[in-house]
Each structure stands twice: as C-alpha cells, then as structure tokens.
C-alpha cells in the first residue's frame, strides 16, 4: 500500500525568524516558506481531530491507530459525515484510495462511502461508492477501498489548494468507538517516500547547501543547474531536515534564489535582498548563512554511520571528498544512499618531518545502522603526480632605482650550483612536505630543463617583471604539453655571487601553469625543503580549483591565512606550512564573522561548516594536459 504523499512544509512557515539560524547579517532577509492550509501528512493520517469535522457524531482522538500517532475515534451516531480541512496537491496517486476502519463490534448492517471535491479542478464532490460493512470484523483495523474514476486520478495529478475528502458511515447505533485511519492510495510504487526537489535561480558567485550538518553541493554562477528543477531527496531523511544555505563572494556583486518543493509544494523561497543584491560592491567571503526547517516525515530514516579508525591517532572524516570537521570515532546520521567515506591520517614533527595517508570506502546505507572501518583498507597512494620543468635563465636584466627602469649592466648570472640548489630543494618540498601533508596523495616529478642562454629576462619595473617579452622571445607554450607547470629560473646574484643591485624578493604564479622563482627565495640551501616554491604551486592548484572546479579558495585564497588565523609560525610550524597543511587537506574553516579586511585571532583545531582547499584537486587529479 501507498500512503498518500503532499507538500509538507516547514516548522517555520508562521514565524520566519524562528526558522532562519546561523550568525546574523546586517540586512533583512526576504526569505518566504510555503505554507500549506495545514499539514497534509497530519490530516490524511488523522493525527489531529482539528483536521476533520464529525457530523452526528462525538469525535476524539485516540492512540489505538493503523499508522503514524493517532487515529480519529467517533462514538453516539448511526450516521456521521467526516469532512477535512482543504489539502494542497498530493502525488503518488494511483486508481484505488483506501482507509481503515476499526468497529467496536462486528455491524449487522451498515456502509462506508467516500466523496472527494477540487473545485479548482471541475471535480465537484464525486461520490467514489459505498462499502458493505455487515459482519466487518469487531476490534481489527480493516482497510475501506474505493474505485477512483480517470477523470478524478487525473485531476489529483494536477496542482492546487482546494482538495478535500469527505467519509460518510452508517452502521448502527453505537455509544463506543468507532476508529478510522490512515487514508492513503493503494497500489502502484512501493510505500511513499516524499519527493525534494530543489531550483537555484541564482548563485553568484557560490552558493553552498548542506543538509543535516552534510555538504551537499556548491553551485557556482555558471552552473548548468541553475534554473533547472532538481531532484534532491536523497538528501533527506524522515522527520525535520536542516537546510543550510550559504552564500560566498569572491567579489563584486552578489545574488542567491532558492527554491525546494516537498511533494510538488513549494516550502522554502529564500532569496537575496535589494539591499545586499543591489549591484553594489559586496565584500568577500561569507555573506549570507541561513538554515531552514524542512520536514519530509515520508522519507525513509536517518540512519546512524560509525566511522571508526584502527590508528593511533584520530583520523580526518571526509564524507564525498569534502571534510565534515569530525574525527574519528564519530558516528554520521545518513539518509539511505550511497557515499565516499575517506579518512586521512598524519602526524608532525615540524619542520621536515610529517606523515599522511589517506583510506576510502564506498558505502551504502540502506535500512540499519552501520560501522565503517575505513582503515581496514590500503591507502590510496599517489593520485596526482604534477611535472614539473624548471626553465633556468641564465641572465637577467635587473631593474635599477638610480635609473627608474631596467639597467643593462644590473645583470644577474645563474650559476649550475643555483640549478642544483632549486632542483634539489623541489624535490625535498615534494617528499618532506607536499606528499605528506596531502595525505599521501600528490607528488611533483621535477625535471630541469635546458638553460635559456641567449634571451634574458627584462625587469622594467621593481619585482616587475617583462614574461610576456621573454616568452615571445623565447617561446614556452610547447613545454606546456609535457609538463604540468613550467618554473622560470630567475638569477638575482652576479656571476661573482653579490646580489644585484634593488634584487627582487618576487616570487608568482600566473595561468595556472606558470611559476617563478628567483635565486632569493632559494637561500635554504642543497636538499631544503622550500616553502616559497610550495606556495606558488599551490597558487596554480587553487586556479585549477576555481577556474575549472568552479570550487571556492576563501577569503583571499592562499593569501588569506591571517583572515583565517594562521601565521607565520604557527603551531610551531616552518613559514605558512600549518596553514598550507590545512589548505591542501581542505580542512581551512571560514565563518560567517571573517572578513578580508581583518586578521582572525589564532587558530589550533576548529570545526565549522565550511571547509576551505584544494583536496579535490589532489584527490581527483591536476588535469591540465
């Protein structure tokens, strides 16, 4: 049998600010919740006796029922007509509709019969029949089945407001209870499960939804969904639901529209506001955070996940490559479905020597509680090895303060011993630092490509320098289809090992495949790991993660590790390597409070909702070839 499914609609519908959590903003949301005349779910399963009016009979409730909490007992009548409030559109429908009655004793006579009225939809209380009720079974529930015409299955397949259901009984006089539940349709797809269908109208430039605590999806303001009408019930579970919606920018103008039907009734309609939408400049980062209520009782339950880890230190949770903030032991509440639950493990032992490995398992939860002991499985092992080319120049022409522009006898020479010192010292930031502090999962292979003798690198402008001239010069795009990202080499010392005059302490990236390093950000020496190198590869790793994942970097990307806490040293941590560890992991939190304009007060462990970094790029490949 199939109960009838409708719009079910938030907890919130009559108070908003009830309803809308998170950190406040200082504009009014125009947020709108669909509200159905009342709880559709409640009336077809007689939970309330508000919800039906008795004609000839007294009614009340009782906890003898078929289904859900309650049934409608009636008593003092031979002849009653039940009639329900109005309903919104119900779906599931199928050609029987049925409900259970249960007698006090077996009638001698007797029957039941059932009107059903959508005036909006020409359907004008059409009599289905009646139901012999002589010799029903005493003290039993006995389910009460109805023929519905073409017509009328029809017109219920339609929208509106105005659906109600009247039952008419006639059996003979009784001063005890009469009990009837449980109207629903009969036949067709297994046992109702709600449908949850979402439409974002606009998400500039990210939006975010989670759904009981779980990132579900970012949408970004090019994404082929937007407008489309979506289905999204696998998110849910049975009961009430926390729908987050967060609103990122990363500059300029913002802009959200959201909307989410339960059973083809809209229950939540939370958009932008003119005053924050306005066009205008918005700042960056978290500008919007609400959470609604959404109950889809017709769902199947939440189910309670274990993730466990044999280790002796706890392990990072990851539920679809996004991390949840938990480690573990922790247990996930998980609406049926399949999932990707990964664990990373690592210690530290600042500067150079970390561990990381990081273990998958594919589950699907069905009807039952679970454990996940993810680290019974092997780690994962490389899934991304980026190559690398340095591209050695061997002469620069440096720029000169005295002269306001680049000087020719200002030249830097790169020596072989420079060449070896960046080599040797990339090849140490990959194993000492990249490959554990990324869980195992990424590596550079590094290679050194021929010295470009003859065409220097021009710096007319301080720590600004002339690539578009140098690579029409000597031409680089070819490289590109061997190696995932090309270093350019820059000498800032003279051939005798002076600096050059005003030497650049620049290093950049730029095009998601390009680098350079000057001579000055390899002081550590042969075989150090360097964190400035780190940096800059990160930086083409965060390109790729916006430009093609479409993902979001934070407040101020790389650059932003004091808006999110982290500095120079922290946690007793080499440079930004803390901050870079927690970046690579996706394990960076930003809030609602952070703003690009202000540092955040130092941060150790911390969990949040929104997880910043490039681990999806790590995990799932740096695909630019």
Same mark, same amino acid.
């Given at each position: ?153 029809? &017109? ?110 809209? $229950? ?40 466990? &880890? ?144 003859? $065409? ?38 003279? &051939? ?130």
């Amino acid at each position: 049998m199939r109960r009838l499914r409708f719009m079910i609609t938030t907890s919130c519908a009559l108070a908003l600010a009830a309803c809308v959590q998170g950190t406040s903003t200082d504009e009014p949301f125009v947020d709108e919740v669909g509200q159905a005349l009342v709880n559709p779910a409640s009336v077809l399963g007689f939970e309330s006796i508000a919800d039906w009016t008795a004609s000839g009979a007294v009614k009340s409730a009782s906890a003898d029922h078929s289904e859900g909490t309650s049934a409608l007992a009636l008593r003092n009548f031979n002849f009653v007509e039940l009639q329900s409030v109005p309903l919104t559109t119900v779906s599931g429908v199928t050609s029987t509709i049925a409900f259970d009655l249960k007698p006090p004793v077996s009638p001698g006579f007797g029957n039941a019969q059932l009107v059903v009225n959508i005036p909006s939809q020409g359907v004008h209380s059409v009599w289905l029949g009646q139901v012999n009720l002589a010799g029903l079974p005493a003290g039993t529930y006995s389910p009460i089945s109805f023929s519905l015409p073409a017509s009328v299955v029809s &017109a219920l397949s339609n929208t509106y407001s105005d659906l109600t259901f009247k039952i008419v009984l006639n059996v003979p006089q009784t001063t005890t209870d009469y009990l009837v539940d449980n109207l629903r349709f009969v036949g067709g797809a297994p046992a109702g499960h709600s449908k949850v269908e979402l439409r974002v109208s606009s998400a500039d430039d990210r939006l975010v939804l989670y759904v009981n605590g779980l990132q579900r999806r970012m949408f970004h303001s090019a994404d082929p969904s937007i407008g489309q009408r979506i289905d999204v019930s696998d998110w849910f579970g049975s009961g009430d639901n926390d729908l987050r919606i967060q609103t990122l920018n990363t500059e300029g103008p913002t802009s959200y529209g959201v909307e989410v039907w339960v059973d083809n009734q809209r $229950v939540v309609n939370a958009t932008c506001p003119a005053t924050l939408c306005n066009g205008q400049e918005v700042r960056q980062g978290i500008v919007a955070d609400r959470t609604f209520s959404v109950d889809t009782p017709n769902r199947p339950a939440l189910q309670p996940v274990t993730v466990t &880890a044999t280790s002796s230190q706890p392990g990072k949770v990851y539920v679809n490559d996004v991390y949840t903030g938990r480690a573990t032991p922790t247990t996930l509440s998980l609406p049926p479905g399949n999932y990707t639950i990964g664990v990373g493990l690592g210690t530290q032992s600042p500067p150079y020597d970390y561990t990381g490995s990081y273990r998958e398992q594919s589950v699907t939860v069905g009807a039952s509680p679970m454990t996940v002991d993810v680290t019974a499985n092997p780690p994962l092992g490389i899934q991304e090895d980026t190559r690398i080319g340095i591209l050695p120049i061997r002469r620069s022409i440096n720029y000169r303060a005295s002269l306001g522009g680049a000087d020719p006898s200002n030249v830097g020479v790169l020596s072989e011993g420079d060449i070896e010192r960046l080599l040797t010292q990339a090849r140490a930031t990959s194993a000492r630092w990249l490959e554990p502090l990324s869980y195992g999962l990424a590596k550079w292979t590094v290679d050194v490509l021929p010295t470009v003798e003859d $065409v220097p690198i021009y710096e007319p402008n301080h720590d600004g320098w002339d690539t578009g001239r140098f690579q029409s010069e000597n031409p680089t795009a070819h490289l590109l289809s061997d190696y995932d990202m090309i270093v350019l080499y820059i000498p800032q010392h003279r &051939a005798d090992g002076s600096l050059v005059h005003d030497e650049s302490n620049l290093a950049w990236a730029w095009d998601d495949r390009y680098l350079a390093i000057p001579t000055t950000y390899t002081g550590e020496g042969i075989g150090v790991p360097n964190a400035g190198l780190l940096h800059e590869v990160i930086h083409n790793y965060e390109g790729y993660n916006r430009n093609v994942l479409r993902s979001y970097n934070g407040i101020h990307g790389l650059h932003g590790s004091s808006n999110h806490g982290y500095y120079d040293g922290s946690n007793g941590e080499h440079n930004f390597v803390y901050f870079y560890r927690h970046f690579l992991r996706g394990q960076v939190a930003e809030f609602e409070a952070m703003r690009p304009d202000q540092d955040w007060p130092s941060i150790g462990a911390t969990s949040g909702s929104l997880y910043l970094g490039v681990f999806p790029v790590l995990r799932h490949g740096f695909n630019v070839r």
